[in-house]
């Protein structure tokens, strides 16, 4: 095993022992009988109306996918195609944090002979697209349920200390600010050729090409349409399953959105399935709407459970499926 692969597999150990350990320090207080009362109380109608949501939503992202997926190079893309891809890179994530981005697409470059450069390229704008809908829709929340978002911040910093601190030092600040671009400026051109600096350019860059990309396509409103019904299926997803625990149902369409937020938030973080950084924030933010800890836990547990048991599904089936599919091989030119 080389130096390479070691570091990668205590990089994954490290990221499943934290996840794991949070995961185990939210829940060791909660009896088991009590997570399996909460379970069978629900009502599983709006619980499978949810993973019918999530289902819809994996669909849009694989059709979103193949509209970036513009080139003339091996064999076009199908929806049918893109989605088992996509589902195989969930199924993958589960195991190796972001590694699901790039085994979605070996996948399709195995079945297609799209370049796996070129597929990876797509995957960078469509995360700097998700990004960006995840910044929106934090912006949305803080507009819908301002007050509670104000408590929240006020629970963790003063803030109106800290702005009386900054209006009265408003000079320092500006002007430390300016030395702060200047010296970066200054790094920047001062190091350009090291390895690093070069990383973040190209990094900035690609992003940058992918907005361009996204001009140029064929169909670009689809593509930004999709990207907005994608987000507005994962609120659906959250909205619906709160309906559908008893703790949970008398929910504000708001309050799920900062719930939703916050579980969105889980899951970017370096772990295996956002399991314990998820369920930790999504615990947090429902028992400051008054849902008491272990409701609150419990419903973190269900939605991310049953998240979890439709991607080991549905991506088993998918891999199942696209590894029966014969290598794509160049055609031969009479």
């Known amino acids: 095993m080389g ?78 195609r893109a989605y088992h891809a996509v589902m195989i890179g969930n199924l993958v994530n589960m195991l190796i944090p972001r590694a699901g981005e790039v085994a979605r697409c070996g996948v399709l470059t195995r079945t297609n002979g799209v370049s796996i450069g070129y597929l990876i390229g797509t995957v960078i704008v469509e995360r700097s697209v998700d990004l960006l809908c995840l910044v929106t829709t934090i912006i949305l929340a803080f507009f819908v349920e301002r007050e509670l978002f104000l408590s929240l911040a006020s629970q963790l910093v003063d803030i109106k200390y800290l702005w009386q601190i900054a209006l009265s030092n408003l000079p320092i600040i500006i002007g430390g600010m300016a030395i702060f671009v200047l010296l970066i400026a200054y790094l920047l051109r001062r190091f350009r050729d090291h ?22 396509l064929s169909n670009p409103a689809g ?46 973080a370096p772990v295996q399935g956002g399991i314990g950084t998820f369920h930790a924030l999504v615990a947090f933010i429902l028992i400051h709407l008054g849902i ?4 609150g836990k419990i419903f973190a547990a ?21 590894m029966k599919l014969p290598s794509w091989t160049k055609p031969v030119k009479a």
């Open 3 to 80: 130096r390479k692969n070691i570091k990668q597999f205590i990089q994954i150990v490290i990221s499943l022992g934290i996840a794991v350990w949070i995961f185990w320090f939210l829940y060791k207080d909660i009896a088991f009988d009590s997570l399996l009362d909460q379970i069978w109380s629900s009502n599983w109608a709006w619980i499978l109306l949810s993973l019918s949501i999530s289902m819809l939503a994996y669909l849009v992202r694989s059709w979103r996918w193949t509209l970036l997926i513009d080139t003339e190079e091996g064999k076009q893309v199908s929806l049918t």
């Open 223 to 268: 593509f930004w349409i999709s990207s907005v019904l994608l987000w507005f299926f994962y609120f659906m997803t959250m909205y619906t399953i709160s309906f559908g625990i008893p703790s949970t149902a008398n929910l504000s369409s708001g309050e799920v959105l900062l719930v939703m937020v916050m579980g969105s938030i889980g899951m970017i």
């Open 302 to 322: 269900i939605i991310h459970g049953t998240q979890v048991i439709l991607v080991l599904v549905a991506g088993l089936a998918s891999w199942i499926i696209m």
């Open 292 to 295: 008491s800890e272990v409701d």
């Open 195 to 216: 390895g690093l600096i070069n990383k973040a350019q190209h990094f900035f860059r690609e992003i940058l090409s992918g907005f361009n990309r996204i001009a140029k």
